[in-house]
């Protein structure tokens, strides 16, 4: 097939189709180098430009103030699971940990690995179909941290705000919604996530950390496990993703182009309200997986009357260019991942094969 289907997967996802374009052009000979970005030395100033954009293009959209670095790591945001807490929960220190969906539960099981964390609340009992309330929350005024995921791409739920950690440090796993909408950068002491759902390929783990936590990493961690390390060398202290790196600067142009996050976030709200609206208006034949206040911008997540009808849905829609709305394999049903680059089109095109399966199903 040599035409772009509309890919809902969750990740490594969709990215935009400008950006696919601009790397094609460039793929052979990168500014006239005759060596791909691929090729580059990293420790080449042609490549420190590369890297010097692609850390400018996060900083504007996200606003991040000049207390904070951007660091550009590796390995994919689970081993952040381990790396938050073989730097920051001291062994005579605790973490909190708010889980709100198998990701949130997975960090928190790492965690207790490396040190003492607790639970301070979670909605497993719910099957992970609701977030807090702000008022809900009992964070331990003494933990090293608390640490919450604001977008979980299994169950399909989102915070809808910035968790306020008041004198305790806010970490996020923000993989699958950072770039989506503006936030409070203020709020928190770090933020990492996974680039290949919002930012760029896969591959690449970007991490926005308060200056004052550095300063907390102890001394002698594995190199590639700390921070410190790699706020001193630049995101460099081994060959970091070049092209990734690359990437995810064209992505940073492509979304200043769509006018920044205030924009993505009409955007995203407005696809996200068209899936919901046909789920909530098929008379029951479609349920959604997460609470009505919890929805997902990013990821939809919603079910059949049977798991048969499931399995047909998935292949029609295959067919017909709707890729990738399997369900993960710890929940079943139907997930429609809808992030930055999912086209409008694409979301239209999944409601009208919505309602036409639903009539000649239900």
Known sequence: MTERIFNFSAGPAIL???VLERAREEIISFRGTGMSVMELSHRSSIFGEVLDAAE???RRLLSVPDNFRILFMQ?????QFSIVPINFLASEGTANYIVTGAWGKKAFIEAKRRGQARIAYTTEEKQFTSIPEPSELKIDPTANYVHYTSNETIEGVEFKYDLDGGDVPVVCDASSNILSKPIEIERYALIYAGAQKNIGPSGVTVVIIRDDMISRVPEGLPPMMDYRLFAEHHSMPNTPNTWGIYLIGLVCDWLESQGGLQAMARKNRDKAERVYDAI???VGFYTGHADAA??????VTFRLPTADLEQIFISEATAIGLDGLKGHRSLGGIRASIYNAFP????DRLVSFMSDFARRNG
Do not use: F, I, K
């Open 280 to 282: 909530d208006t098929s």
């Open 16 to 18: 935009p189709l400008p």
């Open 75 to 79: 390995c994919g945001a689970t081993s």
């Open 344 to 347: 409008v089109e694409g979301v």
């Open 56 to 58: 400018a293009g996060l």
């Open 294 to 299: 919890a929805r997902s911008n990013m990821n």
